[in-house]
């Protein structure tokens, strides 16, 4: 590598470490993260990456270090108070801590683009143990992105979807999926295929034959396998807190409710998962083995997590009280109940002498899911800090 690509990539970072270096933010702890970046940019000033000393692989561990340090940098840049969902972050957080009791060491980051929950750095107790020991600067916090489109960051019908994408995170950080595929040829190889082969794509096997001349023979799963293992765990971890609500809107985006591609099941295969999922555990094989990898990995059963709320206040065009962490995170199945009643319940409720658009009735739920998360958490911080007195 040459070390004056390191050099004008250090440039950069100066640059950008000057616009954004007096920040400050109400949650400390993207303060202290802001901190220690100071002292990283400390440490990489007094870097001389032309000394003839410095490794390959040492060269490549810088080039990491200071694209991190840009990233994290815009990353904070652009979560603001004004542009970040205090909600929905709130919302993401509860459900979080329910099944990772380390999910304190994240910081919820906003981030413009398709909806997933993904980590700023795969692997990242690795690099910062890394971190602390070639440069000294010790990272506490690691920035969680959560992408969704910037003009939907208050559409909290259509962000249902960010519980899907939780399940996801989820999934990756226990592996749920990569065990589940173990048992899964277990009972594939062993039983009766008729069994499993319907949940994958229609005459490609969910694993395949793979074997040298001369040596045992052996399987392996097919691409697809796995992805639609993470799928079908996604949409289940998703309903617990949502109901079909997810799945509903996904047969709006689906062209072919029949079709499969190489990363999802079709529409019909997901919702007749969701179905197996109310019934229960054994309603089919891949099913029960989600259940089972998921209770022995995260020490968590997956089960209906929603409180069937009363709508009446929602109804009547008022917020919600809602009186725990569970009701506040089913208000967006309720939302989603509203809306889909139309207008004329609201309408009649209130003695409406107009009709209302469904443009309306969107824009009301909304607002009022907004106000009612809003309510609670600003009841739930209040008993917190009177408390503390």
């Not at 815009?74 to 969902?85: G, K, Q, R, W, Y």
């Not at 399987?219 to 309903?239: C, K, R």
Request: glycine share 4%.
């Amino acid at each position: 590598m040459n070390p004056k690509y390191l050099e004008l990539s250090r440039s950069q970072l100066i640059l950008t470490w000057n616009r954004s270096r007096f920040n400050h933010y109400s949650d400390k702890r993207k303060q202290q993260f802001h901190e220690r970046l100071g002292d990283l940019y400390e440490v990489l000033m007094t870097k001389n990456f032309t000394d003839p000393s410095y490794t390959k692989d040492e060269l490549r561990f810088f080039r990491k270090v200071i694209e991190f340090f840009k990233d994290s940098l815009a990353l904070l840049d652009n979560n603001t108070i004004s542009s970040v969902p205090h909600e929905i972050i709130e919302c993401l957080n509860t459900a979080a801590k329910q099944w990772d009791p380390d999910f304190d060491d994240y910081i919820i980051v906003m981030e413009e683009g398709p909806y997933a929950i993904i980590p700023q750095v795969e692997n990242y107790r690795f690099f910062y143990v890394t971190l602390k020991a070639k440069l000294g600067v010790d990272f506490k916090y690691i920035l969680l992105r959560v992408r969704m489109p910037r003009q939907l960051t208050r559409d909290y019908l259509t962000n249902v979807c960010l519980f899907h994408e939780l399940g996801h995170f989820i999934d990756t950080k226990y592996k749920i999926s990569q065990s589940v595929i173990v048992d899964l040829f277990a009972n594939w190889i062993n039983g009766d295929r008729t069994k499993v082969d319907p949940w994958f794509i229609s005459g490609t096997p969910p694993f395949f034959i793979t074997s040298v001349i001369g040596a045992p023979v052996s399987y392996l799963p097919a691409g697809y396998t796995i992805f639609f293992l993470m799928e079908y765990f996604a949409d289940i971890f998703g309903a617990q807190y949502i109901g079909p609500n997810y799945l509903n809107y996904l047969e709006y985006l689906s062209d072919d409710l029949n079709m499969d591609d190489p990363q999802h099941p079709s529409y019909n295969k997901r919702k007749q998962m969701y179905d197996a999922f109310c019934k229960g555990p054994d309603s089919n094989i891949v099913l029960k083995l989600i259940f089972e990898k998921t209770l022995s990995v995260t020490r968590h059963g997956l089960t209906k997590r929603y409180v069937d709320l009363d709508n009446k206040e929602m109804l009547g065009l008022v917020p919600t009280v809602l009186n725990n962490s569970d009701e506040m995170l089913s208000i967006f199945k309720m939302g989603w109940d509203v809306y889909m009643m139309g207008a004329e319940k609201i309408e009649k409720k209130n003695n409406l002498q107009h009709p209302l658009g469904s443009d309306q009735v969107y824009t009301i739920v909304n607002n009022l899911i907004e106000k009612s998360i809003s309510n609670y958490l600003v009841t739930r911080d209040w008993i917190i800090a009177k408390s503390k007195i």
